[in-house]
C-alpha cells in the first residue's frame, strides 16, 4: 500500500525542528520518511512566503514533506505543548496532503556509452512513477566518424526531455539518482494537492 504524504510548513529554528522530527521518530521506535523540501529539491516557496523570510529574519519558515501518519502523531504530541516550549502547536503553520508529485528533466550527450547509461535509468523507473512528454532524439552521423570531442559535428548524438510523475517519495529518490547523472539536468519537484 502506497504511503500518504503531506507537505507541513514548520516556523521555527532548523536545528529545533530537525532535532523534534528525528527524536519523535527515535522514540516512536517506528520507521517514519521525512524530508526537508529544499534538501530534497522540491519547489516549496511561493514569493509571499520568500518576502516574509526576508523581513523577518528571527522567523525562519521550513516546509517538510512527511509521512501524513507521523503528522498526525507530531500534532497529537504538539497539542500537549505549552506556548514557551521551542516546539509548539503554534509551529505549525500549515497541512497538505499531498496527491502527486511531478519534475522536468533533459539531457545532452556525444557519448553512446552515456546514451546507453541514461536509456537504462529511463527503462526500469521505480514503483509507480511514470514518464511523460518524453522525447529524446538520438542521431548517428556517419561521416562525423573520429571527429575530435570539441567538433560542432559528432558521430553519435542522444538528447531529450520529460517529466517524471508519481508518489512524492519515489520522486524525491528518483530525482537524486538523475541529478547524480553528469549529463542530466533535473528541475525541482513540484507537488499537486
Known amino acids: 500500500m502506497t504511503k500518504q504524504y503531506s507537505e507541513v510548513v514548520f516556523e521555527g529554528p532548523y536545528s529545533n525542528i530537525r532535532g523534534f522530527i528525528d527524536g519523535f521518530i527515535a522514540g516512536s521506535g517506528k520507521e517514519f520518511a521525512y524530508f526537508f523540501s529544499d534538501n530534497a529539491g522540491v519547489k516549496a516557496e511561493t514569493m509571499s512566503e520568500v518576502l516574509k523570510e526576508w523581513i523577518s529574519l528571527s ?5 517538510v514533506v512527511m509521512e501524513s501518519d507521523l503528522l498526525d ?3 497529537k504530541s504538539l497539542e500537549k505543548s505549552v506556548d514557551s516550549d521551542s516546539l509548539n502547536k ?7 496532503a499531498i496527491k502527486s508529485a511531478s519534475f522536468r528533466f533533459k539531457f545532452n550527450t556525444y557519448g553512446r556509452k552515456y546514451g546507453d547509461d541514461i536509456k ?7 514503483g509507480g512513477l511514470s514518464l511523460k512528454e518524453y522525447a529524446p532524439v538520438e ?3 556517419k561521416d562525423a ?10 558521430e553519435y548524438s542522444f538528447e531529450g526531455t520529460g517529466v517524471i510523475a508519481g508518489p512524492v517519495d519515489e520522486a524525491i529518490a528518483f530525482r537524486k539518482v538523475l541529478d547524480d547523472h553528469p549529463l542530466v539536468d533535473v528541475a525541482v519537484i513540484n507537488l499537486e494537492f
Open 90 to 96: 503554534a509551529s505549525i503553520k500549515s497541512a497538505k
Open 73 to 75: 502523531k507530531i500534532k
Open 59 to 63: 522567523n525562519k519558515i521550513h516546509h
Open 120 to 126: 537504462k535509468l529511463l527503462e526500469k523507473l521505480p
Open 145 to 154: 566518424r573520429g571527429v575530435e570531442l570539441y567538433s560542432p559535428a559528432h
Open 139 to 141: 542521431k548517428v552521423d
